[in-house]
């Protein structure tokens, strides 16, 4: 039975198989040589590439972390700020792209579906993948401070013991009120 689109929700592996469909569609685009030419393949595209896989495999690792303790969670985090950083190095390179490379403007309508590859889609699929990293990074963080004490949520181990960094002891300071 299928769910309506209006009452779906995301679900944590959801930024992997993003990640995976993002990666996969980068390496398609940055091969085909009617969109970069062979000889930008080694100082751009290889990079490009590189910085989409990387994300990827960062995603994967902060997901099979399993979070049972401080250190834990605090290797899942470095492991998600690590994804975001590499989405944010992958904007930049696909815009360093789109301004040097003009086959990246057109769309070709004239090929099969499949060969449509365009910068509008990969930066639309770039977004998606950086919207759901963000949000999973932002549940963990609210996860960990709800169900931790102030000493052991990770919003406290950067502030040395102060709570006013938690947004969950924020929420409960102005209620108490």
Known sequence: MAIPKSKRTTTPLSVLVEA???ACYTILICTDERRF??????????QIIDVAVQAKMHIAKANSVYVNDRESATLRRTYQQKAVADIAALSAAMDTAFKLFSGLRHIDTTSKPKKRINI????????KVKSLLLAWKKSDTDYNCTRRSAVSCLCHAASNGSVSGCASSRLARYSSR
């Open 120 to 127: 509008a889609t990969w930066t639309a699929q770039l977004d």
């Open 20 to 22: 995976d469909t993002l």
């Open 37 to 46: 030419p062979k000889r930008y393949r080694w100082c751009l595209t290889q």
